[in-house]
């Protein structure tokens, strides 16, 4: 299947801080990327969609001043945690797809806000 | 988008048949039926997906109930590697639309 790659895998950081979380598409090109959050022993909660070019569509009750995400070319997406707090702690994973073709997922990032 | 039920977990033996079932009584015409599993702190990993007619890859099989409203994800040889959370999902396929939105799945447990 293909590839989508995070960086970094884990990151902890101090409260008030941001942190910046890449995805890449390694070997197609993603006319769609996906940011997931997802809390120990819970699903997988969808924080938004973006398209590559376009503002990203975000689900209700996740703050987008908060969570700051650029899809800036048909590899590459960024999320950018704003003033990180404890409560933002998780795992956050991001998801790739090429039109029709199945999405494929990235191996996660743990953020850790002390 | 239509819901998927599934059971909260299931166990198997090492090296025998599991047939995970996934209930969608209010799928439509236009939904795809994916499935992923996630292995403990990794992201889900496609596993396989179909509209109608039933399918297979190299990881597992994917049996469709003829009014669509059931299919079961079929993993012919239980490894311990399998051991995993099962996603079903359903998924509008048309164009550039339609998210994957996760429920609580099926937990596997394999037994050696």
């Known amino acids: 299947g293909a590839v989508v790659s995070q960086h970094p895998s884990w990151v902890i950081c101090k409260s008030g801080t941001s942190v910046k979380i890449e995805c890449r598409s390694l070997?197609?090109?993603?006319?769609?990327m996906f940011w997931y959050r997802q809390f120990p022993k819970q699903s997988l909660m969808l924080m938004a969609t973006?398209?590559?070019?376009?503002?990203?569509?975000?689900e209700q009750g996740v703050e987008k001043d908060k969570f700051l995400i650029n899809h800036a070319s048909l590899t590459l997406s960024t999320l950018t945690v704003t003033s990180a707090h404890p409560e933002d702690s998780s795992f956050y994973i991001c998801?790739?797809?090429?039109?029709?073709?199945?999405?494929?997922f990235g191996p996660g990032t743990r953020l850790t806000v002390l | 988008d239509a819901k998927t039920t599934q059971p909260n977990s299931m166990e198997s033996n090492e090296e025998e048949p599991v047939h995970l079932p996934c209930n969608h009584s209010?799928?439509?015409?236009?939904?795809?039926i994916h499935w992923y599993r996630q292995l403990p702190s990794q992201g889900p990993e496609y596993v396989i997906h179909g509209l109608t007619s039933n399918v297979n890859n190299r990881m597992a099989s994917l049996a469709i109930a003829e009014d669509r409203k059931s299919s079961t994800l079929i993993l012919h040889r239980a490894t311990l590697r399998d051991a995993a959370v099962y996603y079903c999902i359903l998924r509008y396929n048309g164009g550039s639309q339609g998210n994957l939105i996760f429920g609580k799945g099926t937990k596997l447990s394999v037994k050696p």
């Open positions: 973006s398209n590559e070019g376009s503002k990203a569509t975000y």
């Open positions: 209010t799928i439509s015409g236009t939904d795809y």
């Open positions: 998801s790739a797809r090429h039109y029709r073709v199945p999405q494929y």
């Open positions: 070997d197609f090109q993603a006319t769609t």
